[in-house]
């Protein structure tokens, strides 16, 4: 075993790629990424290989993002174990974190397009010395040109048998080891059948095979399968962008402050909270903190969604994976590791790539029968047509072999699902569970809680009524000079109204459930006032009109003097996203724990015309049992505490970025940077995720129909169930990578 290795048993090193599980005690999930995997057939060895293993208690692999989930206890099992396990079933694994920089996963990738490279060169030769045999009449020409021909493309296909053909030859290999039938095997059958019959014919055109060869086909169908893979590979790389954007965002080494005031360079693990950091611009904040020197604009966009950069000065917060774009900056730092807000959104999308929606588990369950199947049908085809000619008979059985692989069948969902959740993320959603992108799709209701998800945490003040010679702006200084005193939420919403000229305040003092009460003066000659600003009985205001507004009233020597009526703040793009609802034709409602009134008047400023106040918990969670009894299909968007129940209950469910860790771990969806638009682009691209995956899961039913009876019935030579087998695979690819955009 090598030192690389066994250094992966060091705790401080399993960590990097591994967190501890809060609902087991004593276990921890680690992640991988898997070298060698081919096929979806692939996730079943690899979860065999490491099941078995001390401490592993389960293990989740995903083929199309060639990553593994490990749930194991570091009292009973070692990660070194995990490596060596997989090194013996014919796979390579690397910890997550370090994948993308790790050299045996890039030459791996370049190796891939050499093959193809290889096979596209030596196909399009082969293919223009086997022109002639189509195309010439009987006799144009001899044998000897026949032959010469033949040898040629012999020898041009050799490149492409030993070279590119390698990754599906080591496939089935492996599955053949294990006693499994993956679906390599009857493409490499396959390739082999072909190859070594054409061998055959050009070695002895006089003998029972020489009346046909089939180099043309072979190298066409490598060629076509190749360029399937690596628009996989590429629609993959597209899908996982977000995530190893992420982990490639948080830097190697940062700069630290030593007591001298000097700096030093050092790894990014080696930071503690309460280190002041200096970060330049165009690097990345390597922990959250807080700014303790210097201006800046900062990109949030991969974590919040934001596109545009936030200013940040000294005492405003810095997150981790943001971009420094301006000057530079000094940060105190906070929170470092896992605690990191950056750490939980990649915690969010590493688990939500590992999961494997019900159709493509289903698609993995039958992919061995059916191939099994597949190897039967090949050899009863070429037992039925032998005594019309071996040559004919091999080449019928190939065409089963090939025509029949179910390549597109098992990429139909997974390609569509992970493209969809990779754009999702870009804008801003994160995908906790892939299936859940199929329950979105069929939602028909949205149900809304109203303060933290609709409403900001904030009010802001509405209509001002004055006493007679009065106006507003004044009388909004002047409770502003006051309310800049107190912390109340009422008060700070007076004093967020005034960004300029306001009065100035001393011997200000609180009275507790009142309000507060001071002297305040103003330059140019303004008589000092004595002023109270808080409830109706604490400034002797007259009756409120609306008494279900919260309000707020200031009184000056002379009596009542001005009244503020308050509001929430309807949180940016609410009354868009519910817009837009309505035009999918999906139901908006409003549930909230808030007075009656208050609920309702909100419901009409965002343009919801069902709503519900004063709802418990238990209120919210018997609505959502109502509305699914009558056959709906409910997502719930919320962001508190009492919301936890409502979500898991409801078939779809989304929690704010700002919600807290109960809500969000009952969700299925996280909107970062609380992006109301957000909410009805999932809903949209859900839909067209699904029509995507009909369409792919129609194509491969409609495609094998219609093949395999023709290839049974000899009516498909081999080059043609080559073609109509990449181009299946390339169709669903291609088809699926529509949903890495979405449109606004």
């Not at 396990?85 to 790790?102: E, H, M, Q, R, S």
């Amino acid at each position: 075993m090598s030192i690389a290795v066994l250094a992966l048993d060091d705790r401080t090193e399993w960590e990097s790629f591994s967190r501890e599980l809060p609902s087991r005690a004593g276990c921890w999930e680690s992640y991988l990424a898997i070298e060698g995997i081919h096929c979806p057939a692939c996730s079943l060895t690899i979860e065999q290989a490491l099941l078995p293993l001390p401490g592993v208690a389960q293990v989740q692999v995903n083929g199309s993002t060639a990553t593994a989930r490990v749930v194991w206890s570091p009292e009973q099992g070692k990660p070194s174990q995990w490596v060596e396990a997989l090194k013996l079933a014919g796979y390579g694994a690397l910890p997550a974190g370090d994948v993308l920089t790790a050299a045996p996963r890039i030459a791996a990738q370049r190796k891939m397009l050499w093959r193809w490279l290889v096979a596209g060169f030596c196909m399009m030769q082969v293919m223009m010395y086997a022109v002639p045999a189509y195309t010439a009449a009987p006799g144009e020409i001899t044998p000897d040109q026949q032959a010469l021909l033949r040898w040629a493309s012999w020898i041009l296909t050799l490149p492409v048998l030993l070279f590119s053909c390698q990754p599906f030859f080591a496939s089935a290999l492996r599955d053949l080891r294990a006693r499994r039938i993956g679906m390599d095997v009857p493409v490499a059958l396959g390739i082999v059948i072909a190859f070594a019959a054409s061998s055959v014919a050009t070695f002895d055109p006089q003998g029972a095979l020489g009346r046909e060869v089939w180099f043309d086909s072979v190298t066409m169908f490598v060629f076509f399968l190749l360029s399937g893979r690596l628009l996989e590979q590429r629609l993959r790389s597209r899908t996982a962008g977000s995530l190893e954007a992420l982990m490639r965002r948080l830097p190697d080494v940062v700069e630290r402050r030593r007591d001298d005031g000097e700096f030093e360079s050092l790894p990014v693990r080696r930071i503690a909270v309460g280190d002041v950091i200096r970060v330049k611009p165009g690097e990345a904040f390597p922990a959250d903190g807080t700014v303790a020197e210097g201006q800046s604009q900062v990109d949030e966009a991969l974590l919040t969604g934001e596109s545009k950069p936030v200013a940040r000065r000294p005492g405003q917060p810095v997150v981790a994976g943001s971009h420094n774009l301006g000057g530079t900056l000094l940060v105190k730092v906070d929170r470092i590791g896992a605690q990191t807000r950056y750490a939980e959104i990649v915690a969010l999308m590493e688990r939500a790539s590992v999961e494997k929606p019900r159709l493509a588990q289903l698609a993995d369950r039958i992919a061995s029968p059916f191939l099994l199947a597949v190897l039967v049908a090949a050899g009863i085809a070429a037992a039925m047509w032998w005594p019309q000619g071996p040559a004919h008979a091999l080449g019928i059985a190939v065409a089963v072999l090939i025509v029949t692989c179910p390549c597109a069948l098992s990429l139909a969902t997974p390609a569509a699902t992970l493209a969809a959740a990779g754009a999702l993320a870009r804008r801003g959603v994160l995908v906790r569970r892939l299936e859940a992108l199929e329950g979105a799709a069929s939602t028909d209701t949205v149900v809304f809680d109203k303060t933290g998800t609709l409403t900001e945490d904030r009010m802001a003040v509405g209509d001002v009524h004055t006493r007679s010679g009065t106006t507003r702006e004044e009388a909004l200084r002047l409770a502003a000079a006051l309310a800049k005193h107190s912390l109340h939420p009422a008060s700070r919403a007076i004093a967020a109204e005034v960004t300029a000229g306001g009065w100035a305040s001393n011997a200000v003092h609180e009275v507790p459930g009142e309000g507060v009460q001071g002297i305040v003066f103003g330059d140019g000659g303004w008589q000092p006032r004595k002023l109270r600003l808080g409830s109706a009985g604490f400034c002797n205001a007259p009756l409120a009109a609306d008494e279900q507004s919260a309000q707020v009233h200031l009184a000056d020597e002379d009596g009542w003097l001005a009244t503020f009526t308050l509001a929430e703040t309807m949180r940016e793009g609410a009354a868009e996203a519910v817009g837009a609802l309505k035009r999918q034709a999906i139901g908006v409602q409003l549930l909230s724990g808030d007075r009656t009134a208050a609920v309702r008047r909100l419901a009409w400023r965002s343009g919801i015309e069902s709503s519900w106040g004063e709802q418990s918990p238990a209120d919210k969670l018997e609505h959502v049992r109502a509305l699914q009894r009558d056959g709906h299909r409910v997502a719930m968007v919320g962001d508190g505490m009492n919301d936890g129940p409502v979500l898991a209950r409801a078939d779809v469910s989304v929690a704010m970025g700002h919600a807290v860790p109960v809500a969000q771990s009952k969700s299925d969806f996280v909107v970062l940077g609380s992006q109301m638009l957000a909410i009805p682009q999932l809903l949209s691209h859900a839909r067209q995720t699904r029509r995507i995956v009909r369409q792919n899961l129609a194509w491969a039913a409609a495609y094998n129909a219609v093949c395999v009876p023709l290839a049974l019935l000899g009516y498909m030579p081999p080059w043609l169930a080559g073609l109509g087998m990449a181009a299946s695979s390339l169709f669903v690819v291609a088809n699926s990578a529509r949903l890495a955009r979405i449109k606004d």
